[in-house]
């Protein structure tokens, strides 16, 4: 059995593949009332989604929208790789990392 490519070694197309097959398998996991499941398989398009994206277009110091958490906001503290580490505005005891694609409209 091959062993499946990480997200960081595949090509443009086969994460757009891969995401196109996550959100197949998500889409039938709630059909079929697995939650769990669900949110596992949409997590995973989440990270092949940021693998897509340029973390340069990110920057330290900048706020944005969390995707599907409109009220919430996110300053960036620093980027590695393809997360960003830093704060929710309304929470900043935490620092947290989020994949850059669940990062939307910069604010400021």
Known sequence: MQQKKRYSQMTPYELHQEISLLNEKAKKAEQMGMINEFAVLERKATMAKAYLLNPTDFSAGEIYQIENDPSASFQIKYLNGVFAWGY?????????????????????
């Open 88 to 108: 929710r505005l309304n929470n900043e005891i935490k620092e947290e990392a989020l994949p850059i694609s669940m990062l939307k409209k910069r604010l400021n």
